[in-house]
Nanobody, 115 residues
């Protein structure tokens, strides 16, 4: 069983920064891909960024150059550094990890970008 705990969401002004963290716990040997998704009100969940076990990253076009995903394999933790935040980045952000071919999701953390 993989349990994911997200943290770091909150209210920030446009142009500000936030750092999200997602720690995986349980009987974990090795996690494959780790990523962040988001869902804004009235919209479908979308990929924000992901990182494979070998460090290859993939970003949504809307966040390229502003967001950076990273992972600490020793801590089973994935991070999302978000800079130059915009009101359209407002959403619930979900962590997802792939472990032995199965997707595991966190409960989400709310990010609100507003003045």
């Amino acid at each position: 069983q993989v349990r994911l705990v997200e943290s770091g969401g909150g209210l920030v002004q446009p142009g500000g920064s936030l750092r999200l963290s997602c720690a995986a716990s349980g009987s974990i040997f090795s996690i494959d891909a780790m990523g962040w998704y988001r869902q804004a009100p009235g919209k479908e969940r979308e990929l924000v960024a992901e990182v494979t076990s070998t460090g290859t990253t993939n970003y949504a076009d809307s966040v390229k150059g502003r967001f950076t995903i990273s992972r600490d394999n020793a801590k089973n933790t994935v991070y999302l550094q978000m800079n130059s935040l915009k009101p359209e980045d407002t959403a619930v952000y979900f962590c997802k990890v792939v472990y032995y071919g199965r997707d595991h999701w966190g409960n989400g953390t709310l990010v609100t970008v507003s003045s």
